[in-house]
Nanobody, 116 residues
Framework: QVQLVESGGGLVQPGGSLRLSCAASRIAFSIYTMGWYRQAPGKQRELVASITSSAGTNYVDSVKGRFTISRVNTKNTVYLQMNSLKPEDTAVYYC??????????WGQGTQVTVSS
């Protein structure tokens, strides 16, 4: 059974930083596009950042210049470095693995709260 396990969430003050990690198991990690999504209370889940198998990256406009997604295939892990955090970044962050139209997996989510 495929598992995606997120870690690194928590409470941080505005302007602070966090690094999220997602460790994958039982999956051919290197061939999957990996993504980080987030869902704030009362809002739809949105794609924050993604990284393809060839390390191409994509970001939602609201995090460009502040967040960086990366992957280490030898560790089956994807990261999201979040800097200059704002209260509006508060959400549950989910790790996603996707390949084609039929193979997609989700992690259980990790809470990020930005508050003074």
């Amino acid at each position: 059974q495929v598992q995606l396990v997120e870690s690194g969430g928590g409470l941080v003050q505005p302007g602070g930083s966090l690094r999220l990690s997602c460790a994958a198991s039982r999956i051919a990690f290197s061939i999957y596009t990996m993504g980080w999504y987030r869902q704030a209370p009362g809002k739809q889940r949105e794609l924050v950042a993604s990284i393809t198998s060839s390390a191409g990256t994509n970001y939602v406009d609201s995090v460009k210049g502040r967040f960086t997604i990366s992957r280490v295939n030898t560790k089956n892990t994807v990261y999201l470095q979040m800097n200059s955090l704002k209260p509006e970044d508060t959400a549950v962050y989910y790790c996603n693995a996707k390949r084609g139209a039929t193979s997609e997996y989700w992690g259980q989510g990790t809470q990020v709260t930005v508050s003074s």
